[in-house]
């Protein structure tokens, strides 16, 4: 039966997180249990874009160092890494507050800029990915995920964040090749079964809702959650914050293609009551969840939530058109000087919301048709 340890954690001043951290660990058996002295541990936070730890779009800093510290406890020599969605990797992680932790401690930046192609015979979906130097050099993997709201997968968790392990531009291309959101699914679930990391550790003492995963609200939880078991992590996250952990796909194919349990009788919650930390008000968006894998080419546009941009907000910085990976971009300038905000040409447009993660005004935000409402209200459980 997997294991999923839910902490309490009020804020992020360092004490409190650091016996957060402390207490998890103890109640899954110490970092002994996975790891013996002198192997070489990978820290895989979630490092999607240069901002500060306030706007809780990155693994905050202080859970980074707590399991960083006890790892190195542990006797592990540690790395840390992530290829970001946007900028480069040592620029994103000193933004994070990330990169400052690492050098006190002695941590080395892995390479995230290169990779090499490793076969995946097993993978329901993928059989090779280009994976990071940085992560073939380890023995091991720690994933440190945060808890967000995201367009296309529902949540940012614990199967997603290995995401961040095949080098930047390769990603875009997964989305491209891979259009349906089951199948990008079903991909994140190869990539983690092929990845095996030893240990996730969620930082959900404050997490993002609404617009994420990079332009949402911060909304504070309060818990950290920690297992071996990325599904039964994630699934337990969702039912925490009001989601069926049923109909988020990451969670669905973890289970169908045996990554872990989303089921309530295959997993055990130890550590404090859930009662006292589910949050009845989370803004998940519901309707996106339900609605992803809906409509045909034909049905999409009546149907699945489209990205719409904010005149007003947008400064024009082409950022969107930059990281569309549909060629000619789906969203594109429409007069020869950039003045005017760009525009979508929906036909084309996959819905890999590539544009609404990486906008840096959070301009771009995702409209659910007046048919995809109603569908998701009449005929979807809640
Ligand atoms: S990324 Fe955002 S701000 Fe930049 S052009 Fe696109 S919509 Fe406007
Ligand atoms: S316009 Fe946006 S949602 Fe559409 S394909 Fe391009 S990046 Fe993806």
Redesign the pocket.
Known sequence: MAKVVLIKCDSYDYSSVKKAVGRGLELLGGCRVWVAEGEKILLKPNLLSAQPPEKCVTTHPAVFRAVAEALLEAGAVVTYGDSPALGNPERVARKAGIMAVAEELGLELADFRQGRDVDFPHGSQNKKFTIANGVLASDGLVSLPKLKTH?LMTITGAVKNQFGCIPGPLKGEF?LRLPQPEDFARMLVDLTRLLSPRLFVMDAVIAMEGNGPQNGRPKKLGFILMSTDAVALDATACRLIGLNPGQVLTVKYGQEFGLGSYHEGDLEIIGDSRQDLVVRDFDAAKTRTALAGRGSRYLRNAVVP??TIAEKVCTRCGT?IQ????KP???DWTDPDKQATPA???D?????????EVCPEGA?TLYTPFLGRLLHRTSLPS
């Not at 990281?323 to 549909?326: A, E, G, R, T």
């Not at 084309?348 to 609404?356: G, L």
């Open positions: 367009g989305h489209r990205p969107c990281m569309c990976p549909v971009p789906a969203v979508y040409q929906y084309r447009c996959i819905r890999c919301y590539c544009c609404q771009i």
